[in-house]
């Protein structure tokens, strides 16, 4: 059942990503993870193509080996190959150069996987494009914009839903430019 599926993973998420916050806020990351499942469920209503309690565990395990001391192995363990893997490509490589590099590695590795792990990105990007951290200059906004725009690029004949959704967020934080 993908409510259990669900307070398993969310509860062991929470565990995982206790001290860290929403960046410039002083609300629990499991908000933002909350957030992506939230998208799922919406996206499902709309277009139903898509293992829904696949793509809910990666989002709530997306972030996991990124930000935290989660190894590819406990992942395995504890959710499977299929899932390890998700958050695997799910992750950045931090040893390449730039953000840039980055950011196309990993979508390049997202393309090579079911499209519940594309989807997830995409749930990614459009719960994180609100209203900027008070912090940020122009170039940090602009260059997320840019990010937003290539992740859109990248990830097609995923969810139309969730494209058209995405796209309509890039459009509305361009304001903050
Ligand atoms: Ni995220």
Not at 67 to 80: N, V
Not at 83 to 103: C, D, F, H, P, W
Request: with cysteine.
């Amino acid at each position: 059942m993908i409510q259990e599926i669900y307070q398993k993973t969310i509860s062991f998420a929470a565990e995982k990503h206790k001290k860290q916050f929403v960046p410039g806020t002083e609300y629990s990351y499991v908000v933002h993870l909350s957030n992506l499942a939230m998208e799922l469920f919406a996206a499902y209503q709309y277009d139903s193509n898509f293992d829904l309690a696949y793509a809910v565990q990666l989002a709530l395990l997306h972030d996991t080996i990124e930000d935290t001391q989660t190894e590819y192995k406990e992942l395995h363990d504890k959710f499977g190959e299929k899932v390890a893997i998700g958050v695997s490509a799910l992750t950045k490589n931090k040893s390449l150069g730039t953000k840039q590099e980055m950011i196309l590695d990993s979508l390049a590795r997202i393309n090579k996987l079911e499209k519940e792990v594309g989807i997830v990105k995409l749930c990614d990007r459009i719960t994180n494009l609100q209203k900027p951290p008070k912090h940020w200059d122009k170039i940090k906004i602009h260059k997320y914009l840019n990010e937003a725009k290539t992740i859109l690029d990248q990830l097609k004949m995923k969810n139309k839903y969730l494209e058209d959704r995405l796209l309509s967020k890039i459009k509305e934080y361009e304001k903050y430019l």
